[in-house]
C-alpha cells in the first residue's frame, strides 16, 4: 500500500490566467478602476503607525470577528452585526458554507452552466451533487428546484452567464426549500440586478453571499461577506473557527472598512461600467455577436460565424485576455469582462478585424 491512496485527491479549481505585462485583462471580472481613495489613506496611515512605534496592528492576532469592517458593513447595509460574516474573499465564505450547511446524503443541487468552484468544493467536501440543465436561454428552470435535495446554491445573476432572475424567482425556490440551506451567490449582483439581502428577515434557510472583488474593486485584498438570520452566521462562525480562526487579516479588516464606508464612489464606479457594459452590448451586436442579456460586469457572448476559441486565441496574440471554457454548451462562448471605454474600444477594433 501506498500513502497516496490516503490522500484527498481533487480536480481543483482552474482561475483565469494572471498574465504579467502590458496587456488588456478582461479575463476575470476584475474591476478596472481604482479602489475608492479611501482606501489609499487608510492604507498611508496604517502604514505610518507601523513604522517603528510598536503601535502598529501587525504585530498581534487580528480580531476574530473582523468587528470594525462588520461594523462598517452593518452600518452602511442597515443590517445588525450579528447577521453578517466577513471571510477571506467569497471564495472562502463559500467553500466555509459548503461545508456547514451542505452535510445531506441527497444532492446539493445548482445549475449546469455556473460558477465552476461549486462542483469543485462539492468534491472537496465529499458532498453528492446534481446539476440542472439552464433552458435554451440560459435561464433557470425555476420548478425543476423544487425537488428534494440537500441544499441549494444559485448565483444571480449567474457566472459566466451574466443572466439575472428576479427576486420573485428566487425567493419561490427559498420558500419551498425551507427545510434546506438556500446560498444566493451575489458576487456580481451591484451591476443592475436586485439582491435578495430583504428576504433573510423572512427566511432562517437562506445565506446571502456578496464580495469586494468586483463591483468595490478589491479582489487583491480578499473580501467576502455572508448575510443571514444569527442562527445561520452562528454555525457558520463555528466551522469557520473550527477551520481557522483569524478569518481576516488586519489590512483586509481596516481597508475594506474605508471602502464600505465610501458609497459615494462605489455608486459613481458601478454607473461607469454599467454604461460601459451597455455601449459594449450594442458593439458586439453590430459584430454579429450574440449573447444572453447580461446584467453583470461580463458579457458572455458567441460570434455568429467564427469559433470562440478561435477569437479567443486571436484577441490573447493581440495581448487582450478574455475567458474561454472548452466545456459542452459553452464551448463556443467568450465571457468579456468591461474594462474602462478606452480598454473595450482596442477590444472592439481587434475583434472587428478578426471576425470580419
Ligand atoms: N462567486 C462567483 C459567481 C464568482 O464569479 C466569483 C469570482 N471568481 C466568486 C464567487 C469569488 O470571488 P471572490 O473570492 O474574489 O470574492
Given at each position: 500500500?501506498?500513502?497516496?491512496?490516503?490522500?484527498?485527491?481533487?480536480?481543483?479549481?482552474?482561475?483565469?490566467?494572471?498574465?504579467?505585462?502590458?496587456?488588456?485583462?478582461?479575463?476575470?471580472?476584475?474591476?478596472?478602476?481604482?479602489?475608492?481613495?479611501?482606501?489609499?489613506?487608510?492604507?498611508?496611515?496604517?502604514?505610518?503607525?507601523?513604522?517603528?512605534?510598536?503601535?502598529g496592528m501587525l504585530r498581534k492576532y487580528p480580531d476574530m470577528n473582523a468587528t470594525a469592517?462588520?461594523?462598517?458593513?452593518?452600518?452602511?447595509?442597515?443590517?445588525?452585526?450579528?447577521?453578517?460574516?466577513?471571510?477571506?474573499?467569497?471564495?472562502?465564505?463559500?467553500?466555509?458554507?459548503?461545508?456547514?450547511?451542505?452535510?445531506?446524503?441527497?444532492?446539493?443541487?445548482?445549475?449546469?452552466?455556473?460558477?465552476?468552484?461549486?462542483?469543485?468544493?462539492?468534491?472537496?467536501?465529499?458532498?453528492?451533487?446534481?446539476?440542472?440543465?439552464?433552458?435554451?436561454?440560459?435561464?433557470?428552470?425555476?420548478?425543476?428546484?423544487?425537488?428534494?435535495?440537500?441544499?441549494?446554491?444559485?448565483?444571480?445573476?449567474?457566472?459566466?452567464?451574466?443572466?439575472?432572475?428576479?427576486?420573485?424567482?428566487?425567493?419561490?425556490?427559498?420558500?419551498?426549500?425551507?427545510?434546506?440551506?438556500?446560498?444566493?451567490?451575489?458576487?456580481?449582483?451591484?451591476?443592475?440586478?436586485?439582491?435578495?439581502?430583504?428576504?433573510?428577515?423572512?427566511?432562517?434557510?437562506?445565506?446571502?453571499?456578496?464580495?469586494?472583488?468586483?463591483?468595490?474593486?478589491?479582489?487583491?485584498?480578499?473580501?467576502?461577506?455572508?448575510?443571514?438570520?444569527?442562527?445561520?452566521?452562528g454555525y457558520l462562525k463555528d466551522v469557520k473557527f473550527a477551520f481557522n480562526s483569524y478569518?481576516?487579516?488586519?489590512?483586509?479588516?481596516?481597508?475594506?472598512?474605508?471602502?464600505?464606508?465610501?458609497?459615494?464612489?462605489?455608486?459613481?464606479?458601478?454607473?461607469?461600467?454599467?454604461?460601459?457594459?451597455?455601449?459594449?452590448?450594442?458593439?458586439?451586436?453590430?459584430?454579429?455577436?450574440?449573447?444572453?442579456?447580461?446584467?453583470?460586469?461580463?458579457?458572455?457572448?458567441?460570434?455568429?460565424?467564427?469559433?470562440?476559441?478561435?477569437?479567443?486565441?486571436?484577441?490573447?496574440?493581440?495581448?487582450?485576455?478574455?475567458?474561454?471554457?472548452?466545456?459542452?454548451?459553452?464551448?463556443?462562448?467568450?465571457?468579456?469582462?468591461?474594462?474602462?471605454?478606452?480598454?473595450?474600444?482596442?477590444?472592439?477594433?481587434?475583434l472587428k478585424e478578426i471576425v470580419s
Amino acid at each position: 500500500m501506498s500513502w497516496e491512496e490516503n490522500v484527498r485527491k481533487v480536480t481543483p479549481y482552474t482561475a483565469g490566467e494572471q498574465p504579467s505585462g502590458k496587456v488588456i485583462k478582461l479575463n476575470t471580472n476584475e474591476c478596472p478602476y481604482a479602489p475608492s481613495p479611501a482606501v489609499s489613506e487608510r492604507m498611508r496611515c496604517l502604514a505610518e503607525m507601523e513604522a517603528g512605534t510598536g503601535a502598529g496592528m501587525l504585530r498581534k492576532y487580528p480580531d476574530m470577528n473582523a468587528t470594525a469592517l462588520v461594523k462598517a458593513v452593518s452600518e452602511v447595509y442597515g443590517i445588525p452585526e450579528d447577521r453578517i460574516f466577513a471571510g477571506v474573499g467569497s471564495d472562502d465564505v463559500l467553500s466555509m458554507a459548503f461545508m456547514a450547511f451542505f452535510n445531506s446524503d441527497t444532492p446539493v443541487i445548482f445549475p449546469d452552466i455556473t460558477y465552476s468552484f461549486y462542483d469543485v468544493w462539492s468534491e472537496l467536501h465529499r458532498i453528492p451533487y446534481r446539476t440542472l440543465p439552464l433552458d435554451e436561454d440560459f435561464r433557470i428552470v425555476p420548478e425543476d428546484y423544487l425537488c428534494d435535495n440537500g441544499g441549494v446554491i444559485l448565483p444571480n445573476p449567474n457566472a459566466p452567464t451574466g443572466v439575472f432572475e428576479d427576486p420573485s424567482v428566487i425567493e419561490k425556490i427559498i420558500d419551498f426549500n425551507r427545510d434546506r440551506v438556500v446560498i444566493i451567490d451575489e458576487a456580481y449582483v451591484d451591476f443592475g440586478g436586485k439582491s435578495v439581502l430583504p428576504l433573510i428577515d423572512r427566511y432562517d434557510n437562506l445565506l446571502v453571499v456578496q464580495t469586494f472583488s468586483k463591483s468595490r474593486a478589491l479582489a487583491g485584498l480578499r473580501i467576502g461577506l455572508a448575510f443571514g438570520q444569527e442562527k445561520l452566521i452562528g454555525y457558520l462562525k463555528d466551522v469557520k473557527f473550527a477551520f481557522n480562526s483569524y478569518t481576516m487579516n488586519v489590512p483586509a479588516i481596516e481597508l475594506g472598512a474605508a471602502a464600505v464606508r465610501d458609497t459615494k464612489y462605489f455608486e459613481e464606479t458601478v454607473r461607469k461600467i454599467i454604461r460601459t457594459r451597455e455601449r459594449t452590448k450594442k458593439e458586439l451586436r453590430a459584430l454579429c455577436f450574440s449573447f444572453a442579456d447580461s446584467e453583470a460586469n461580463f458579457v458572455f457572448a458567441a460570434h455568429e460565424r467564427k469559433p470562440a476559441e478561435e477569437i479567443f486565441k486571436e484577441l490573447r496574440a493581440r495581448s487582450i485576455y478574455v475567458r474561454w471554457w472548452n466545456k459542452p454548451r459553452i464551448s463556443n462562448h467568450l465571457r468579456i469582462t468591461i474594462g474602462t471605454d478606452e480598454e473595450m474600444d482596442t477590444l472592439f477594433k481587434a475583434l472587428k478585424e478578426i471576425v470580419s
